[in-house]
């Protein structure tokens, strides 16, 4: 049975290894940026960084660092735009928007994930069957 855990990162608690602890898995930073923004439509980067904690895909989630990062490269490969929001009050903030350029990336992440996601189930089996073989021949 996996024992619960506590995310180091603060996250919940977690049933099973936390992914934090697993090594340096890829945390799908840009997909996930994305793909965050495709579903605000035109967002500020606090609202993305808000809305990306609710897809990341490991334990770990994404820092609002790594999410300005994404942002910036994102929007230097033509995926998508910004322009300056200056209200009354308070500083101006960027506004981003997925340009057409931006909708064909995710459609080309959409069909990276999937072929990803069934080399990792392969992968997984491949785990779980040697351990548990493993484990027979320990026994």
Known sequence: MPKIRECRRGGPPWDGPCTCEMGNIYRFAEP????AL???KTAHGYQIVAEVQNLAVTHAGLDSGIVYRILRRLENA???VSTWDVPGRGPARRLYTVTPLGWEHLQEWAAVLEQLANSLQKLAGQCRAT???STACID
């Open 78 to 80: 033509g995926h998508l």
């Open 32 to 35: 996930v940026v994305l793909l």
């Open 38 to 40: 495709a579903k605000l």
């Open 131 to 133: 351990a548990n073989a």
